[in-house]
């Protein structure tokens, strides 16, 4: 869904016992035109009414719409030049678009529905030729074939023969299919496995109490292969595949409920149908938003609004204005007073001083990764045959380190990229212009966290404080899949530019890292490590930085503050929540024994910035 390389990260976290990870297939797409506002509206107080009074029918797994195409194949790589051809095909004919898309009630035995009259179907097919065409041009190698049948619009459809004189009924009331509405043209995508699944969403957890159980989270989606259906026991039991995480086994029936197929899908794009009057005025509103949901891609009520206009995608400029005025004015940096207190300055070489008040713990996620940018493939794109690198994008380091094992130690253990020195620096400025002072700052030994601690000091102007490198710091180990990084060296880091502590010993050694670790041993090895490292700082030294992993953040402070350690699943769950840079900050109240922690809002502000997916060129052609 162009979601950007951060969700498929995320995914693949997920993912990573998916026994069907590594399977190419491709993903099943397909055309709609879809109303928007009252008509919209109107269906859908029809179908749910038609569930109140009689139960649901075959309308229910999907939401209002007109099918435009079959469902055709497509390989990710091609996805953008599929998006790129229906948007030159629909462009192309916007000004032969109808001025009303005019629709006419049809109800026979065993189906309601609206049919489009012929001068809205022709236009709508017309789009259809032409984007076969674009793609047969294109060489793509997909296959489109138009919707020959009736246009129409599915109200309601396989129900018995006894319930047709109600839903006929509720049609009437409840839809007028002259009423003025809005339509769009979306391309939708599905994982292949849903032609021929049940989509069934968890309303309980369960945790799994044998080897062959599924564990069911809260809101993700299990798919029930019809082939399937008949794995049951007496008890209810049933054999479904989480969406969640791909992984597959027996659950309680009654944990779950039916829902709609299309819950699971993704919206690539959409587009906005104007009229030619409207066209003679202004250009065809594109709406290009993503509204991809990582547990529902279903468009509703709620998300339709957003499609009326373009007002109220980007905030209002008198509000923006209204907010940056509540901006706290920087600090002077320059006065005779600044220089002597704020132990900041690159000049000044005490550190900082301990501020007169309670110890916050502050802990970041790592910057932008390169291998998650670039794929696992950099190294082979950027290193030459005699180890020499090469910056094949601007986005790549400007340098790297020199790695005792040669390139080949980056494939377990990434650097960042120019992006994640930037979002670092601009942290720590952010944290500068706070007034907030690092006292003490401890990293995991991956150089992407080495490194976006170096970043976010070099952001506060604090070029004094030594990095101590925490080998216990370092992320859950069942995700390096029994295959433990080689680390840099502290005086290769030196080398390097970083500034690191020589003369810190780790806690924890490398020999003590066990490779088949239990989330459980995570947690615990993370609570020990955050509790041993704010003991030997000391409980009035002022503040403490840990810069590690999305997992860090939850794993170093659940217990801190009183809390439980959470299954595997929602520990993955809630990786994916946690944003490059990622910061959480916890206070101390109390002094010794009967101190406490408690989380608090972080000092700084959030950093958010949207995706921006490599260009090629060729897409212009």
Known sequence: GDCGIQVAADWLLSHVFDPDLDKVTPREYIVYACPMGPLGNAIEDFMDSAVAHIGKNGAHKS????????????????????????????????????????????????????????????????????????????????????????????????????????????????????????????????????????????????????????????????????????????????????????????????????????????????????????????????????????????????DQQLYDNAIGLLPDRRNVEELYAKVQPKRKRHSITDTTTNSSSPDNDSPPAVPQGPRRLFIFRHAERVDVTFGKQWIQLSFDSEGYYHRRNLNMPKELPKRQGGPQEFVKDSPITESGLFQARLTGEGMREQGIKIHHVI??????????????????????????????????????????????????????????????????????????????????????????????????????????????????????????????????KLVQKIPYCGVCVCQESGHGKSSTWDFIDPPVPPLTHAPNIRFDWRCLQ
């Open 443 to 572: 990293s995991s030994p991956a150089i992407r966290c080495v490194q976006t601690a170096n970043a976010i000091l070099q952001g506060m102007g604090d070029f004094n404080t030594r990095i101590k490198v925490e080998h216990g710091l370092f992320e859950w180990l069942a995700w390096c899949r029994g295959d433990i990084p080689v680390f840099m060296s502290a005086d290769d880091m030196m080398k390097f530019g970083l500034q690191v502590d020589p003369t810190y010993s780790s806690l924890v050694s490398m020999k003590d890292l066990k490779p088949n670790e239990t989330h459980l041993e995570f947690y615990k090895r993370m609570y020990n490590i955050t509790r041993l490292l704010l003991k030997n700082v000391g409980p009035n030294s002022g503040n403490v930085m840990i810069v590690g992993h999305a997992a860090t953040l939850e794993a170093c402070t659940r217990q801190l503050v009183g809390g439980q350690p959470r299954n595997a699943q929602d520990l993955t």
């Open 63 to 302: 939401f209002p719409h007109v099918t435009l195409c079959q469902f055709f194949k497509c390989e990710d790589g091609l996805s953008p030049y599929v998006i790129h051809a229906l948007k030159n095909s629909f462009l192309s004919l916007m000004k032969e678009a109808p001025q009303e898309i005019k629709l006419k009630r049809f109800t026979t035995q065993g189906y309601i529905g609206l049919f489009l009259e012929d001068e809205a179907a022709s236009w709508f097919r017309e789009i259809m030729k032409l984007f076969a065409v674009e793609c047969r041009q294109q060489g793509l190698g997909i296959q489109i074939e138009p919707h020959r049948r009736q246009l129409h619009i599915t109200m309601a459809h396989q129900y018995p023969p006894e319930h047709h004189a109600k839903l006929e009924e509720l049609a009437q009331a409840l839809v007028d299919p002259t009423t003025h509405t809005k339509w769009e043209l979306r391309l939708y995508s599905r994982d292949v496995r849903l032609a021929t699944s049940e989509v069934y969403k968890v309303l309980y957890p369960y945790t799994p109490r044998k080897e062959d159980e599924l564990e069911l989270v809260e809101d993700d989606f299990v798919f029930v292969s019809t082939s399937d259906q008949g794995q049951t026991d007496s008890e209810g039991w049933f054999f479904g595949t989480s969406f969640f995480t791909g992984c597959s086994g027996m659950y309680p029936g009654n944990y779950v409920e039916k829902v709609k197929d299309s819950d699971c899908w993704t919206l690539h794009k959409s587009w906005m149908v104007s009229s030619p009057e409207k066209e003679s005025r202004q250009s065809p509103t594109v709406s290009t938003q993503n509204l991809h949901k990582s547990r529902n891609s279903t468009i509703r009520r709620e």
